[in-house]
Nanobody, 119 residues
Framework: QVQLVASGGGLVQPGGSLRLSCAAS????????MGWYRQAPGNQRELVAR???????NYADSVKGRFTISRDNAKRTVYLQMNSLKPEDTAVYYC?????????????WGQGTQVTVSS
């Protein structure tokens, strides 16, 4: 069984910064891609940033230049550094990982962490 636990959300003023973390645990053989998604009220869940095992990254246009995704393979952890936050970044942020166990390869999701950008 694989579990992802996200942390680091909170309330921040516009222009501020937050760092999200998501750690995986369980019977993991390998982790392929890692990513962050977000969902604001009334909206569909959208991709924020993604990083694959080779280190290549891609970002939503709305966060390019402000957010940085990184991973620590030894800690099985993905990070999202969010700078210059805007009110429109307010959402629940979910981490996702493509994980291989000894029996299958599946996508797993974290529980979500709330990010609120407001003055």
């Amino acid at each position: 069984q694989v579990q992802l636990v996200a942390s680091g959300g909170g309330l921040v003023q516009p222009g501020g910064s937050l760092r999200l973390s998501c750690a995986a645990s369980g019977s993991i053989f390998s982790i392929y891609h890692m990513g962050w998604y977000r969902q604001a009220p009334g909206n569909q869940r959208e991709l924020v940033a993604r990083i694959i095992s080779g280190g290549s990254t891609n970002y939503a246009d709305s966060v390019k230049g402000r957010f940085t995704i990184s991973r620590d393979n030894a800690k099985r952890t993905v990070y999202l550094q969010m700078n210059s936050l805007k009110p429109e970044d307010t959402a629940v942020y979910y981490c996702q990982m493509g994980v291989a166990t000894t029996t299958q390869i599946s996508d797993y999701w974290g529980q979500g962490t709330q990010v609120t950008v407001s003055s």
